[in-house]
């Protein structure tokens, strides 16, 4: 079992930064890969960064430049930097872990998601 907890959103103003955290706890020792995604209502999930156990990182290519994905403590943290935010990155983000590593998953365990809100 692997737990994932979420936190670090809130609401900022455009072109503010912000970093998000994931702090894992249980089974780590099987996770391969980690990722965040976002889901805005009316609009689909997104997969907007992953991190494999080799420290390879994706991106969605409507983030790419602005957000920074990382780990710290091996796999117990994860860290994703946001920066240069839209109103259009506001979203409930999400952490996510899976075992098999790489960045499109499968994704195995969710957090809770925390709330990113970015105003004019």
């Known amino acids: 079992q692997v737990q994932l907890v979420e936190s670090g959103g809130d609401l900022v103003q455009a072109g503010g930064s912000l970093r998000l955290s994931c702090a894992a706890s249980?089974?780590?020792?099987?996770?391969?890969?980690m990722g965040w995604y976002r889901q805005a209502p009316g609009k689909q999930r997104e997969l907007v960064a992953g991190?494999?156990?080799?420290?390879?990182?994706h991106y969605a290519e409507s983030v790419k430049g602005r957000f920074t994905i990382s780990r710290f403590d091996r796999k117990r943290t994860t860290y994703l930097q946001m920066n240069s935010l839209k109103p259009e990155d506001s979203a409930i983000y999400y952490c996510?872990?899976?075992?098999?590593?790489?960045?499109?998953?499968?994704?195995?365990?969710w957090g809770q998601g925390t709330q990113v809100t970015v105003s004019s």
């Open positions: 991190i494999t156990s080799s420290d390879i990182t």
């Open positions: 249980g089974s780590i020792f099987s996770i391969n890969v």
């Open positions: 996510a872990a899976g075992t098999i590593g790489k960045y499109l998953g499968p994704y195995d365990y």
